[in-house]
């Protein structure tokens, strides 16, 4: 559970870090600002499938502002921090039985979709950084490593 807890930690680490380079930038970046919005997106319907609710109605790709940037990460923090600090060890294997975007079900364990929550936002964290670096942006240092020190 501590590496689940620290990985959390992490994801909202690195959300508040590319939202405040978001924020700061000059000239809005719509590819930029819709990837961003994408992971936001991901974790609340993720969320929302370990909590056993229907997602079908949950954007997941979505144009929407850098304000509802902040709300939906603010949000979304504090629905994993509340999930997490009642699970348990044994609840990371309890099987979630949920349907994706396409109506097609799927059964993965809390501990895989965590996971994976985790290791989607990276990615397109670092597509994100890619997109700042060919707009002579700073890319941001997200780096689990970094967020430890």
């Known amino acids: 559970m ?14 508040q870090r590319i939202l405040e380079t978001l924020q ?10 819709n990837l961003f919005s994408h992971i936001l997106f ?4 993720w969320f929302t499938r370990l909590k056993g609710s229907d997602t079908s109605e949950l954007p997941i790709w979505a144009e929407v502002s850098l304000e509802t940037c ?12 509340e999930f997490l600090s009642g699970l348990t ?9 949920y349907r994706n975007s396409k109506g097609i079900e799927f ?15 990276q990615y397109h964290r670092g597509q994100i950084n890619l997109l700042l670096r060919a707009n002579e942006t700073e890319p941001v240092n997200v780096d689990f490593i970094t967020f430890r020190r």
């Open 42 to 45: 991901a974790e609340q319907v």
């Open 70 to 81: 902040v709300a939906l990460a603010n949000q979304n923090n504090q629905h994993f921090k």
């Open 107 to 121: 059964n993965n364990s809390v501990r895989d979709i965590l996971t994976h929550v985790t290791i989607h936002g």
């Open 89 to 97: 060890n044994h609840a990371l294997e309890q099987i979630v039985s």
């Open 2 to 15: 501590e590496t689940i807890r620290n990985m959390y930690e992490h994801l909202n680490w690195s959300n």
């Open 24 to 33: 700061n930038m000059d000239v809005e970046n719509k590819q930029v600002n």
